[in-house]
């Protein structure tokens, strides 16, 4: 067997550059849906609120390689990344951004609420902080029915000052049960800088309060997210208990298409941006010589061709009927669970 | 020895125990079924509706919570898409505006958002109610309130029957189903069927029939409404009485069809006036029934203060048999 | 030159400025009054409102607090004990379900439960309503719903003299006062005086004279009435346009003596239906105006849905222009 | 001057002495008090809830001596320690008690909702937690109006389960605002033992972590209370910030007159009797001989005559006039603050 300088076999290598690769393709992936949706927003194609997850990929990606199939996730409103991470198409993501009945929610949810059952996505909840019970519940489930799954729920560090935060990591430690709670600290709330929300900056000791283990990783390297999160899973996995993972990250473009920024300096966003998580993955992979600028061509082409289909897709998908207006508030007979 | 269902025996127990019964029958039924709240297990309940399950189920199936609405709240909202059943617990519903965001904003909303994907089967229990001089912070009447929520369901239990079989249909319930229990009528006693039938919350119930004036209530408030229906035939006057049982959805046609009957309404709500669950009936009244009304609708709502402490202000502030008996009297004879 | 109140020249603004123009005038005014809130002070406002008050006035007056809507709001009630005038904004009323307790469970009870010793003269700024495509979790109007409490008042501003005006009657007022602000409207743009009249509270307003029908309305729905009416005016139909402004206390006398001229009634409300502020007029109306009836009073509201993402389908939920005029055309003429 | 075998000059051993038989008479005061409630409630002159603090008194005592007149005081349902301790005048808590017009809140508080104003006393708020964040806005307030005085705020052990009182101790840190938490760890949240109500029972680290001064008292000796309550109020008024206070309790009856008691061991509210703050106090008095048998006796009549006092005066009070009930739920024109 060839070996490199690094001693690998050259299977493991392949491996590895593969992975990386697929690493970045997932990045790409949601970077350039969003900055299409962006786009489609400024068409008018989209509307509502649209939160854009730019600069913070690296941690949905990261983190859902320690997932397994069966788990399940919970997100904000800011969750295009985890959904299309998770494997929710992308097309059926976009149809829901439009609004259309082939969207994953039928066009009732839109960017802040999307779900889909067959995957164990639940959402896309707008409330802030308003998923961590949820979660907690979820996972208490899969501990009283004896099945060995992690529950996943991504939230912000604004979130953290939030009462049911506590609430929901207290009951998580008293009941141990299996929780992955993800802290995608960007470092803002809105406009509110993480000093002005918290009297204490330290998200990870919060968890620490509760007797909840705990690690801060940086949110802008995908293989130290991904690193971290397997073994955050391995724990809440095998040892049946809740972790808590907080990843230091930045979010690239305004809060939400209505925000002007005015709470922050260019300058600051501009060093966030040299640490782009996409950029230092492609860089990484450059350098081992792992991607041929043919390749990377290739596969930016293949990102662009999925999303076109997406939009394609959306574009060609129905409206629901406004007869169908009432339809989901309850449960349909025989519909049931 | 034929022990048929017709043959059995009825049982004499009070409204706590036909819920405790509830609770134990469904915990039986079905392994998914649980109880959490504050002080569920331990201490018995709140208002001792509990007592003696945790011993016979276990700590798993009865789960003491900490004091932290929101948060219990919500993880049931999970635990019930996790595929369990979960009966929340909210010691009484003055406690549950903290959990306000996760009933409105989670659990009436979720099915709708994912477009049909995931139903809450969530069960959650409250006390409600005054007349027990716990003044402003403690005797709310809030079901009312809560029933302008669309994606849940709102029952109100008034009789022991209803109080033993409404957990478990709303149990088989796909959605959210919110149960309040006035806790006054804990104490309550009587004789039931020791094999309830199935309660269906879609319709309210005639507890008594009549022909001269609608009286509208729900729980509690229904043995007011009884008591005033009483003294009423005393003079001559026969007053139907229906009890919602269900506050959300509200099931118009036994209203309509009372007072297509009767021509005359009274609505008695604990609740506050302005805004009120009686505001709605009468609106809907007004609606599809205006033709059939002899004299305007009434309602006999609580009065709209916070609830003072000492009893006589907080008996002023409720509605009264005496005053249901006298605005009938008005409605029906045009004076005092 | 004689520069007299009189002779100001009207200033040119959105409602967006007018509330911002209230809160500068409140805080300079007042040196007890101070603005506190998520994202009020850096970001200048979720919508904008506030945007330069903190370069203006400092950190000490505007206040950016952390996500924690039960906790600030509550220390803005003992903030006002303490003597001080705080304007809490919650950003929407969608959030203020976390604040639910502190709002209802304190705020509206504290005066009562003292025995009138301690008043709490705070006022709530939310932003409320749907349209926007905001979804289940961002497009409740639940004004309304808040309505219910006793103990707070409930104002709902919508031209550009009550939202500029507004604020300093609440500020003035010596008890909780919640002021709903639909977003749609803070694009709005017009003229108004540059030295605005203090604005009254206590009464709602016609907004326009007519003889057939009385259209009930508040907030944003107002403008939706008046379109309506412009158009019912082509047809030789003069509507009369109610707009509420306080939904607690509301006004009954001048929607009663719209009524005893028109005999007609219609309630645009962007709430859900059941139990909304709209059953409860209705229902004030079957109890003081029956006999001034020439048919029902009925109402046209948001549908009972979580709000919806898709336009079509969150348009189809509200209340529209053409809903108004073919149910009053009805209502006039006996037939669609 | 005559010196004793401790050292210290005879005036400062009197003042000790009387101070300390201060401290004794406050304690029994309480204790009396809420002894002749219940027995009030069992004859149906008090009704509602009742939530007794027997057992507990050394921590209103002790901590009212560290406070000033101008501070302010918010507190539970389970406030008739602070509001005897902190000067509300017996008779009108016993005639609020009762539900009459002569009651502090002319009968519409009844024992959960004391208030004075004249002497700040902020409730008497039976929503668990709820009166951390207005206690939080009343010292706001004083530092804003440059005022040098402190909030103390009294909640228990199971307050601190909710959201609320992590929102409360966030905003108070960020903020630094002057006020004094006193935690009533009674172990206990109604029948949930804390070990049920937090992953984590060390309940001073919860301040901690949000960088907020504390100290853990036992709270079954008013001296060290007293003590504590001196430097933490100390702090808050010069430092101009929050301090947390746990005190570590017990209530020996139950949670209130609903309470069956299935929750704890009769032998574990044994040896917390043996605890009992007044006995501790009396017996440290007596040993050092400050109390005669005759002033003890006399000490007790005193306070058993203002228990009569208060009694005799409930009695007379007039009721509160039905007419009146619709007052207070705004206020009348002309009140106005
Ligand atoms: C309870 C609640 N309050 C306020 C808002 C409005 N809001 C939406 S996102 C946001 C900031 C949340 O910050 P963070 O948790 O850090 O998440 P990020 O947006 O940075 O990902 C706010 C204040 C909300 N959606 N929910
Ligand atoms: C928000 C809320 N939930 C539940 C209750 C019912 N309740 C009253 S006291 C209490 C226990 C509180 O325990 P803790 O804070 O330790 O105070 P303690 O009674 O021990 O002094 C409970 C659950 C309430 N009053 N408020
Ligand atoms: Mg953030
Ligand atoms: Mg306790």
New interface residues.
Partial sequence: MKKKSGGKPESIQSDTSQHLIELLRQMLRIRRFEDKCAELYSAAKIRGFLHLYNGEEAIAVGVMQAMQPDDAIVATYREHGQALAWGIPMKTVMAEMYGKQGGCCRGRGGSMHLFDKERRFYGGNAIVGGGLPLAVGLALADKKLGRNRVTCCFFGDGAAAEGEFHEALNLAALWQVPVLFVCENNQYAMGTALKYSHSNPNLAEKADNYGIANATVDGMDVLAVEAAAHKAVDIVRTEVKPFFLECITYRFRAHSMFDPEFYREKAEVEQWRERCPINTLFKTIQEKGWLSDTEWNQLNQEVDSEIAAAIAYAETCLWEPVEDLTRFVYSERGAGV | MNTSIQEAQPIHLTYREAVREALREALRKDD?V?LMG??V????G?F?VS?GLLQEFGS?RIM?????????????????????R?IVEVMTV??S??A???I???A????????????V?LVIRMGTGGG???????S?SLE??Y?????I?VLTPATLEDARGMLWTALED??PVLIFENTLLYTMEGDISANPEPVDIDRAKVRRAGTDVTLISYSASLFKALDAAETLAQEGIEAEVIDLRTL?P?DDETLLTSIAKTHRAVIIDE??R???????I??R???KG?YD?D?????ICA????M??????EQ??LPQVATIIQTVKRMVTGHD
């Fill in positions: 998914r649980f504050e002080d297990g331990r201490y018995g709140a001792g007592k798993d003491d919570t900490p004091l932290c609405e929101s948060g219990f709240t919500g993880a049931g909202i999970g635990a019930a898409l996790g595929g369990m979960p003055n406690f505006l903290l306000a965001d996760q409105l904003n989670t009436a909303t979720y099915l709708h958002m994912s477009g049909g994907l995931f139903n089967p027990k001089q716990l003044a402003a912070q403690h709310h009312g309130w029933a302008h929520i669309p994606g369901k796909p959605d959300r509200l609740g506050w302005s805004g009120s669950i009686s505001a709605e009468s609106a009244i007004m609606e205006f009304l004299v305007p609708v009434e309602r009065a709209e203060v916070p003072p402490y000492a009893n006589h202000l002023a502030a």
